[in-house]
């Protein structure tokens, strides 16, 4: 069993809508959770950061982590076509532990 | 914020020859630099950890004879992928850890895309 699961898509939705990520993680000692934006041949960003469990909202985006499920998302409100990109999950053990990644498309 | 510089971008080279890339934290002092693999659609490989001073760290089924790793300053690692093949061609990227060590401060850089022929 991998130590991080993410759907790989691709994922693709019409602009405005609203989309959900998600991922899971086997290993409930994982405290600190990311989520990565990567543009095509670029290296990836940081969007956002979870400690432990809970939501955090950045804008239009909001990380959710559930630790009792071992479960991550990232919700995006009103999906722009400049959201189009890979997003990847990830979590802290001694060194990052990434998801497979999601291709996201936003239609205009 | 902080930056990491990776050069270069692109590069193509023949079969047999040896290609460096280079990581440089611009702004921050990295004591750990992280190299990743990523074939297309897939996720990042983590292929070494490299402390500088110190040899590096190579994940299992990492050839570290292949793949040398220097760090010979808080700023700057290279990768040389020696005696290179077409199977070697990838997208590499470098990401650096802050010397504070905080859990989340790994930046990344904008990766590098060898292709052997």
């Known amino acids: 069993q991998k130590e991080v699961e993410q759907d790989p898509g691709p994922l693709s939705v019409p602009e405005g809508a609203i989309v959900s990520l998600n991922c899971t993680y086997s290993n409930s000692a994982f405290q600190y959770f990311m989520w990565y934006r990567q543009y095509s041949r670029k290296g990836p960003e940081l969007l956002m950061y979870t400690y432990s469990s809970g939501n955090k909202e950045d804008g239009r985006f909001t990380a959710q982590v559930d630790k009792s499920s071992k479960y991550i998302s990232l919700f995006i409100r009103d999906s722009q076509p400049s959201d189009s990109a890979t997003y990847l999950c990830?979590?802290?053990?001694?060194?990052?532990?990434f998801g497979q990644g999601t291709e996201l498309s936003v239609k205009p | 914020g902080a930056v990491v510089s990776q050069h270069p971008s692109r590069v193509i080279c023949k079969s047999g020859t040896s290609v460096k890339i280079e990581c440089r934290s611009l702004?921050?002092?990295?004591?750990?630099m992280f190299w990743y693999r990523q074939f297309p659609k897939q996720s990042l490989m983590l292929m070494a950890t490299?402390?500088?001073?110190?040899?590096?760290?190579?994940e299992q089924g990492v050839e570290k004879d292949k793949f040398l790793i220097n760090h010979a300053s808080l700023t700057l690692s290279t990768l040389t992928v020696t005696s290179a093949h077409p199977e070697d061609s990838s997208f590499y990227i470098c990401s650096a850890r802050d010397i504070a060590g905080s859990e989340t401060g790994y930046t990344f850089g904008s990766g590098t895309r060898l292709t052997v022929v």
């Open positions: 990830a979590t802290q053990g001694g060194k990052l532990i």
């Open positions: 702004d921050f002092q990295a004591t750990t």
């Open positions: 490299s402390n500088e001073g110190s040899k590096a760290t190579y």
